[in-house]
């Protein structure tokens, strides 16, 4: 029997793609875009299109496994359910026990963004418990913290929208890896005579497609958002009428951009003075101008300030009151109105408990003053041993023999190595699942497709059965997958615009607004609490923080001490072909990435003897790692970049974050991924391979 099933692609990605697989004898067989999608538009990426090989891959874990050997040998014994889940409870409950509820850390982040599978079911239960908290930093903090208190809420024109614009800044992000459906909007619009200038300090593929390139220093963002406002206020160019209506703080920003030109802000940027000026020029006299602003530029010391700095931008020219102007970072703040958090039910008691900083891992599990100290983890939908900062001592952390680790997984990763016990997980054709988008305004149902390979379960059934175990009998831990769609779903906006659980079933998506063709900010309308944008934050100064927007630097970029020793900025963006660590070790895929290589100028490989296809060590006071060097034409002198979420066991133990620091940015708690000197150093010459002198940075 054939059948076709709708669904969304789970990752963490802004496009959210809408998808059907098609179904022959209960296996899945094709899947395919839907064409009938406004944003999406049938196309599927390069990581996504090959999903099903992921499913029936051969290294896909299908049944219970206790470990046998010792942690990180990959020794393990196959289990039935009831031992499983019999084996994590046992642990949980001896750790409360003896330590109590906050010595248990439960880890998890983006490996779906189902509403469902990814931020339910285990949140509840180890709230509830009163387990430690996970502040969930690792991606997007630093950004989130800064448009929170600019305009409480990620919002701005709709992605569609930018085929209005007649300029478009793509600021920090690579579009045609990390978020390639926004690109058909601004292509369109560059067909339309648009002019498209990318910022970023890599050649990326979408820099190449772009107009203009601006490669600034890595970190100094801020920088070029206060020249180009400086430009602004002497050019008298600033829309006086828009940010007295519909902003806070703006004489205090106007007396700081007094300070503020091209010249200042192209020396600390490393850019030509002329090249700052013309983009000054094109903003001053083009409406309406869009920026898009990517999560690279957030990964430094001063990741939140720059942020502030380009988000106001968009309101000094007064763009936000036109269609298709303004700034946008994400569109996760449109469907606040219409969808409900499921992590914390309101009939749920839920203890107050310590929180610990998900990028702060390594901390968290090897510092002596811990109090208590981590001593169960249970790890879903991430995979810290490849993608967390500090991987030494991550690993170092993860090998205690005191840590009871339970990870929930598709197969064994590099953290699935390290546990005690190993839970088979269901991927997004085996269960249901809702998913809100980042990158336009669709909500979209994911319907199983399929039965479960062998004995996986979902995150939702795993957490169900742990509650049991553990004797935790709340109605709020044990609802089910439909109840919770139905829970997510369970807000006046939604039943007003008719987006129930019968329709999604029947339709697939549905937009959450009709901003679509609209200025949503013409006049103010923001989602804070007076509906201005906040350029001046006072509260902000209780932190130590500048209130008026400014440029704060980076922390290791820019310090020239440091640079004697590791002279060497090195970024870690994400690969066209992986989405962090997923699909990073698939054999489809890791043909398409090749193995693990450091970029660098031809000046700095010059500088190293370093030739095309050399294996080199990439090293600091942090740690080290091994693989291949390149060199491209296009790199700044001082910067190199490897791809992240290589997984380390298919290297040499370690991948690029054995040198990523455990550092806050200036807001959020958040990484500091990109603020990262390091040298690199030859360790013997070999071949060149095919194609590695010249390929180009496709990550964000």
């Known amino acids: 029997m054939k059948r076709t099933v709708n669904g969304a692609c789970p990752l963490d990605c802004p496009d959210t793609c809408a998808w059907q697989i098609e179904v022959e004898d209960g296996r899945a067989v094709r899947m395919r875009g839907r064409k009938d999608h406004p944003y999406t538009r049938g196309s599927l ?38 031992e499983a889940i019999g084996l994590t409870a046992a642990a949980l409950q001896t750790t409360i026990d003896r330590h109590g509820a906050e010595a248990i850390l439960p880890y998890y ?35 989130y913290a800064a448009l929170r208190v600019t305009t409480h809420r990620p919002v701005g ?109 192209a020396e600390i940027c490393g850019l030509d003075v002329g090249e700052v000026q013309g983009l000054a020029d094109r903003i001053i006299t083009t409406r309406p101008t869009a920026i898009r602003m990517g999560l690279g530029l957030q990964r430094h010391g001063g ?15 007064g763009d936000f009151r036109h269609v298709g102007g303004g700034v946008l970072a994400e569109t996760s703040g449109r469907f606040d109105p219409v969808t409900v958090d499921l992590k914390e039910p309101a009939d749920l008691p839920l203890p107050p408990a310590r929180t610990i900083n998900m990028s702060r891992l390594a901390e968290a599990l090897t510092a002596e003053a811990q109090d208590p100290a981590v001593h169960a983890l249970v790890v879903w939908n991430t995979n810290p041993g490849a993608t967390a900062p500090d991987q030494v001592r991550v690993q170092r952390g993860l090998r205690r023999d005191d840590l009871h680790i339970t990870v929930l997984e598709h197969r064994l990763t590099d953290t699935a190595l390290f546990a005690d016990v190993v839970l088979p997980a269901t991927m997004q054709t085996e269960h249901l699942d809702i998913h809100p988008s980042y990158g336009h305004h669709y909500l979209t149902l994911n319907l199983p497709a399929i039965d479960p390979v062998g004995q996986c379960l979902p995150n939702t059934e795993i957490f169900r059965r742990l509650a049991t175990a553990l004797g935790q009998t709340h109605p709020r831990l044990h609802d089910s997958d439909e109840e919770l769609v139905r829970q997510f779903l369970d807000t006046d906006e939604a039943r007003e615009r008719d987006i129930t659980f019968e329709r999604l079933r029947e339709t697939g998506y549905a937009a959450i607004d009709d901003r679509t063709g609209t200025a949503p900010h013409a006049h103010g309308d923001f989602p804070t609490s007076d509906g201005r944008l906040h350029i001046t934050v006072p509260a902000l100064a209780d932190a130590g923080l500048d209130p008026i927007p400014g440029y704060t630097p980076s922390f290791e970029g820019a310090d020239t001490v440091l640079a004697q020793r590791w002279p060497l900025i090195l970024i870690s963006p994400a690969h066209r072909f992986f989405l962090n660590s997923t699909f990073a070790d698939l054999p489809g895929h890791l043909h398409m990435t090749g193995a693990p290589t450091v970029f660098l100028s031809p000046n700095d ?6 030739e095309p296809g050399d294996q080199v060590e990439v090293a ?53 991924f990109h603020d990262n000197r390091v040298e690199v150093a030859l360790l013997r010459q070999t071949a060149p391979a095919a194609g590695i002198a010249v390929a180009e940075a496709v990550g964000d």
């Open 45 to 82: 990426c390069g990581k996504v299109n090959r999903y099903l090989d992921a499913v029936y891959a051969p290294d896909r874990l299908t049944v219970p496994l206790r470990r046998v050997g010792a942690k990180g040998d990959g020794r393990f014994q196959e289990i039935d359910w009831d």
């Open 303 to 317: 990741g939140g300030a720059a942020y502030r700095a380009i988000t106001v931008l968009g309101a000094v020219t």
């Open 620 to 672: 600091n006071d942090r740690g080290a790692f091994r693989c291949l060097a390149a060199i491209h034409p296009h790199a700044r002198d001082g910067v190199a970049w490897s791809y992240k979420a290589y997984w380390a066991k298919d290297g040499d133990g370690n991948n690029v974050n054995a040198t990523t620091p455990v550092r806050d940015a200036d807001m959020g708690g958040a990484p500091t």
């Open 157 to 265: 024109p709709d992605p569609e929208d930018f085929v209005h614009a007649r300029l478009i800044l793509v600021w920090g992000a690579n579009l045609l890896s990390s978020n390639m459906h926004q690109w058909h909007f601004i292509h369109a619009a560059q067909q339309n005579g648009a002019h498209v200038v990318a910022i970023d300090p890599l050649p990326t593929d979408t820099a190449a497609r772009c107009d203009q390139h601006l490669q600034l220093l890595p970190g100094t963002d801020g920088a070029l958002a206060m020249g180009l406002m400086g430009e602004l206020l002497a050019a008298g160019a600033c829309d006086e009428e828009w940010l007295a209506e519909c902003t806070v703080g703006w004489p205090e920003l106007r007396e700081r951009l007094a300070d503020w030109n091209t010249a200042r802000a």
């Open 605 to 610: 490989a010059a500088a190293r003897g370093i």
């Open 109 to 143: 982040y983006a490996g779906t963004l189902g509403a469902v599978q990814g931020w339910s079911l285990g949140q509840r239960l180890f709230k509830h418990l009163g387990a430690t908290e996970l502040d969930t930093t690792i991606c997007d903090a630093a950004a």
